[in-house]
C-alpha cells in the first residue's frame, strides 16, 4: 500500500522558491533578450529559419520566466499567514489597463478586447498590483483561447455590497463537469494545447479570496467562457486585512 504523504509535503518551501528564483531569472531573462536581438536581426541579417529558431527561444524562455513567477506566487499565496492590505480601487480602471497590456498580442491574435469605457469608475477593496495580475491572467487566457476573428469584453458591474468584473470570451468554452479541475494546481482543460503551466487560475482564485471576493466560471462548450471576479465595496470584518 502506498505510504500517507506528509501534511504540507505538496507545498513548496521558501527556501526552494528563493533559490529557483535567484537561478533562473538572471540567465533566462539574458537568454530572451538574446533571442530577442537575432530575431529581430539588430547585429545584422541571419538566415530566415534561424531567425525562427532565436523566437522560439525567446517564446520559451519567457514561459520558463512566467513559471518562476508563478511558482513564487504559489509559495506565497499557500503561506498560513498570507494577507493582503486593502485599499479603495477603481476595479474599472485596473480593467482598462490590463486590456491595454494585452493590446499587442490580441491585434497579433486578430482577437478584438472591449473594454470598460474611459469614463467608467466602479470603486472596490482590494490590492491594485494583485487585482491587475489575476486580470492580465484571465484576458490572456481568453485571447489565448479565442480564434483569429474572435472578441474578448471585460466589463464591471456593481452591487449593494460587492462589485463584479466579468472577462468573456468566444473561444470553445469548458465544460461543467472541469469547472472545479481548472482552479486546482496543474490543471488544465487540455495539456496537449499551447499555453500556460496550469497555475494561473489557481493563484488567480487564491488572490481573490485573500481580498475578500472569489473568482468563478460560467461556461460551457461551444458558447464561450466567462470569468467573473468579485470583490467587496468595503472592509467587512472590522479591519482591510484578509487571509486566503
Not at 529557483?20 to 529559419?49: E, M, W, Y
Not at 527561444?57 to 492590505?85: K, M, S, T, W
Amino acid at each position: 500500500p502506498a505510504k500517507p504523504r506528509p501534511a504540507g509535503a505538496d507545498q513548496l518551501s521558501p527556501t526552494f522558491t528563493a533559490g529557483l528564483d535567484r537561478a533562473l531569472r538572471t540567465p533566462l531573462a539574458r537568454i530572451v533578450a538574446n533571442a530577442d536581438s537575432i530575431h529581430a536581426q539588430t547585429d545584422g541579417l541571419v538566415q530566415p529559419d534561424y531567425a525562427d529558431y532565436a523566437a522560439d527561444i525567446a517564446n520559451a524562455g519567457r514561459h520558463l520566466l512566467a513559471l518562476v513567477d508563478d511558482l513564487v506566487d504559489l509559495q506565497a499565496v499557500e503561506r498560513p499567514d498570507f494577507a493582503l492590505l486593502l485599499e479603495t480601487i477603481d476595479l474599472a480602471d485596473i480593467a482598462r489597463r490590463a486590456a491595454g497590456l494585452l493590446a499587442v498580442r490580441a491585434g497579433n491574435a486578430n482577437v478584438t478586447i472591449t473594454r470598460p469605457a474611459a469614463e467608467a469608475r466602479v470603486v472596490a477593496r482590494g490590492d491594485f498590483r494583485r487585482v491587475l495580475q489575476i486580470l492580465v491572467n484571465l484576458i490572456g487566457n481568453a485571447v489565448r483561447y479565442s480564434q483569429s476573428g474572435g472578441a474578448v469584453q471585460v466589463t464591471t458591474h456593481t452591487g449593494s455590497d460587492q462589485v463584479t468584473v466579468v472577462v468573456a470570451d468566444t473561444g470553445k468554452g469548458v465544460a461543467p463537469a472541469d469547472h472545479a479541475r481548472i482552479f486546482e494546481k496543474f490543471e488544465r482543460v487540455d495539456a496537449s494545447e499551447p499555453g500556460g503551466n496550469g497555475l494561473g487560475l489557481y493563484i488567480a482564485r487564491r488572490l481573490a479570496r485573500a481580498m475578500g471576493g472569489d473568482l468563478t466560471i460560467d461556461s460551457a462548450i461551444g458558447e464561450g467562457a466567462r470569468f467573473v471576479l468579485s470583490l467587496p465595496t468595503q472592509a467587512t470584518r472590522g479591519q482591510d486585512q484578509y487571509q486566503a
